[in-house]
Each structure stands twice: as structure tokens, then as C-alpha cells.
């Protein structure tokens, strides 16, 4: 295993359920030191792909088998929907999940008024709410599966090679020495496209830096805030400890400001007091790329999530570790094949923040 952030740490842990006792997962930095740590940590079913729908469901039952240790406050996604376009693509999306047995439904603007008085809602068309959605912490995540899965775990340890012998791979050189292997499984978020071209295997994932602040008071919130999102800015926030944690598309705080400020005024008053940016890890169609590589023997891969690999984990991981043991996938993920891009099958998810 290459990459110790949620998507590597998931995927060890399914590893040992199914079996495997020697897997061993190599980590440059520390467990949860790339996208993983700077995540909102947003958890929610309001998809418009049905195979993402379906991987939330399957993720959120292995999330609530963690208990309190992760933080998992569901408190609900409210999106606040600007304009005719995006609400009626949502009600479509709504009637997807629905279909799926998500409790998912369309709020009136005087209901998103009751679930978050402070919200200033000018020129909002419609929103939707799910009650199954919220957030956790992920790093708090990593380490419970890091526990759980009882791998030999090698932190400052970074990978710098692929030995491929007549497509089959023989070993992974390291910083700390060669192990010989004939798997590789590849999570190394946005790093993976070069983690992939050691192996000759081409990953299109670019990084597209994110930025979150953190304010010290709510501003009178209420308690059970849900994750609110204006999905036509791209502005959202939720609950963080005393405070409260707001982001967006923007890079610097200066741009995201107005739309936090016209969306939710009392964010005026209140002290930004620390700040944190990351890699969201971008695939061409905004969806993950998951699977095994073709011209390469035993090379499995999962990046690309563009904004919601932190949540797809539990399932992907799953299904990472079905593939390497050989057994029928719980989810037939093969839509996410990176070689889709090639035959020009593109799968893009709408409903990205
Ligand atoms: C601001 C922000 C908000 C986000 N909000 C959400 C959200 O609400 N919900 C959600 O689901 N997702 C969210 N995301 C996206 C999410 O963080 C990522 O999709 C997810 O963390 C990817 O996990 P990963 O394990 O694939 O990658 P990472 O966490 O990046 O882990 C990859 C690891 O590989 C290691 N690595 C790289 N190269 C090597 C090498 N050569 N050798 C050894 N190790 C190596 C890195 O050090 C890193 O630790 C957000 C991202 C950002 C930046």
C-alpha cells in the first residue's frame, strides 16, 4: 500500500477482514498528513450518480460502527439552491435517492429558515435537506483504521519506485529500503499520478488547492447546524468545536469573504482565527478513479475524488481490498476504470462542492 490517508488506511483495514495478514503500507509523512487532515469532513448521500449514492450508504454503515471516537455529528447537508437549473437538476437527483432509500427531501424557504434563522436567503430558488448527512473527523478515522487493521504500518517512509519486470511488478523501493511485493495498491491521493507513472501507469489526477477558516464563536448558531452548502458559490460551513469552520472555491480569504458574508451575515462580526489549505485530488469528470491497472499486473488504484474521497473510503477501500484477494465486489465500481477517459466514456458527477 502506497499513501497512508483515508483511502490507504480503509483499504488496509479491509485487507485483514478479508485475510491478509501481511500488508505492509508505506507513508512519506505521517498517517493523515496530505488531503485527508485538511478535509471538512463531510459525509452525505445527496449525490446525483447513482453508484456514489450507493457508496455513502455502504460507507456511512461502516462509519457508524465506529462510534463516538469519530465525531460523526449528523446534523444534515442543507443545499441552498440560486437558480431554476440547478434546483430542477437536484429534484432529479432527490428522486434518484429516493429510489435508493434515502430520506432525502425539498425544503420551502420558510422551513431552511427554522433549521438556520441566520441564513440571508435573497435570491434562493429552493433547497434540499437529508438528515442521514453530516461530518466527522477524519483524522480521528485514519487512526481507528490504522488500529483496526493491524498492518505494518511505515511512517517517514516514502515510496520512490516501482520495480515492473515484464508487466508483473516485483518490489516498491523506499527511503528505508526494498520490499518485495507483486501487489501494489496505490492511494496516494494527489500524488498518485506520479506514484502511478513509477509503474508506467497514467493517473489523470490534478491538484486544485482549498482553503478553510475557523472562527473561535459561533455567532449564535444553532446547535445542530447542518453542513449548509450555497452550491452556486460553492461557500459552506459547519460546527467546529466552539466555532465555527466555513470554506469555499476561493483560494484567499478576501475572495471568499463576499459570498460568506451575503449568504451568512454574522460571519461579518466574527474573528477568523486560523486557517488551514489542502489538495482536492480532481479527475477530468469530478469522479473517483478506481480499479486495476490494465498493462500492469497488480496495480490497483483509487484517487481522483474531487471533493468527496474522505466519505468514499469505507466503500472504496472495500472494494480495493475485494480486488486484491479476488472476491466478487461488493459494488460493481468498474465505471470508475481510469481507462474510461481513453474510450471516451467520461462519468461526471454534478453535485460537487
Ligand atoms: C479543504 C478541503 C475540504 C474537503 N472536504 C471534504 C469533505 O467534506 N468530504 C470529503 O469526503 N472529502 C473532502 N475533501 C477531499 C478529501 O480530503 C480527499 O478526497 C481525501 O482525503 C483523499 O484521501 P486519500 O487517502 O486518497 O489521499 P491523502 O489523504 O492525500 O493521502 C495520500 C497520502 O499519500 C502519501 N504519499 C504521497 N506520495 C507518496 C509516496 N511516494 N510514498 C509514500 N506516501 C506517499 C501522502 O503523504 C498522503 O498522506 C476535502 C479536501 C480539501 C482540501
Not at 7 to 19: K, P, S, Y
Request: a negative charge; aromatic letters at 8%.
Amino acid at each position: 500500500m502506497i499513501g497512508g490517508g483515508a483511502l490507504g488506511a480503509a483499504t488496509a483495514f479491509h485487507l485483514r477482514r478479508l485475510g491478509v495478514n501481511d500488508v505492509v503500507l508505506v507513508e512519506r509523512d505521517a498517517l493523515a498528513s496530505g488531503s485527508t487532515s485538511k478535509s471538512a469532513g463531510g459525509i452525505r448521500a445527496q449525490f446525483a450518480d447513482e453508484l456514489n449514492v450507493r457508496i455513502a450508504l455502504r460507507s456511512m454503515t461502516e462509519f457508524e460502527s465506529m462510534g463516538d471516537e469519530i465525531a460523526w455529528r449528523r446534523f444534515g447537508y442543507l443545499f441552498l439552491l440560486d437558480s431554476d437549473d440547478d434546483l430542477a437538476a437536484f429534484r432529479g437527483a432527490l428522486e434518484l435517492q429516493r429510489s435508493l432509500g434515502v430520506p432525502s427531501t425539498e425544503l420551502g424557504l420558510d422551513e431552511v429558515r427554522e433549521l438556520v434563522p441566520q441564513l440571508e436567503l435573497e435570491g434562493i430558488a429552493g433547497a434540499t435537506f437529508c438528515p442521514l448527512d453530516g461530518y466527522a473527523t477524519p483524522e480521528a478515522v485514519v487512526q481507528w483504521y490504522a488500529r483496526e487493521s493491524r498492518a505494518d504500518i511505515r511512517q517517514s517512509c516514502a515510496a520512490t519506485g516501482i520495480e515492473v519486470r515484464e508487466g508483473r511488478i516485483e518490489a516498491v523501493e523506499t527511503t528505508r529500503g526494498r520490499i518485495e511485493t507483486q501487489v501494489v495498491v496505490c492511494c496516494a491521493g494527489v500524488w498518485s499520478r506520479d506514484v502511478g507513472a513509477m509503474a508506467g501507469v497514467e493517473l489523470p489526477v490534478e491538484g486544485e488547492a482549498r482553503s478553510m477558516w475557523f472562527t473561535p464563536e459561533d455567532g449564535g448558531l444553532p446547535a445542530r447546524l447542518p453542513l449548509t452548502i450555497d452550491f452556486g458559490s460553492g461557500f459552506y460551513v459547519h460546527r467546529e468545536g466552539p466555532g465555527l469552520a466555513f470554506g469555499g472555491r476561493e483560494r484567499e480569504l478576501e475572495d471568499a469573504a463576499e459570498a460568506a458574508a451575503r449568504r451568512l451575515p454574522v460571519l461579518v462580526d466574527l474573528p477568523v482565527q486560523t486557517s488551514w489549505w489542502g489538495w482536492y485530488d480532481v479527475s477530468p469528470d469530478w469522479n473517483a478513479l478506481v480499479g486495476e491497472a490494465h498493462g500492469v499486473s497488480r496495480f490497483l488504484y483509487a484517487t481522483g475524488f474531487s471533493g468527496h474521497g474522505f466519505q468514499q473510503a469505507p466503500a472504496v477501500g472495500e472494494h480495493l481490498a475485494e480486488l486484491v484477494v479476488g472476491k466478487e465486489p461488493t459494488l460493481d465500481l468498474s465505471a470508475f476504470d481510469a481507462a474510461r477517459f481513453a474510450s471516451g466514456a467520461s462519468r461526471p458527477e454534478t453535485m460537487v462542492v
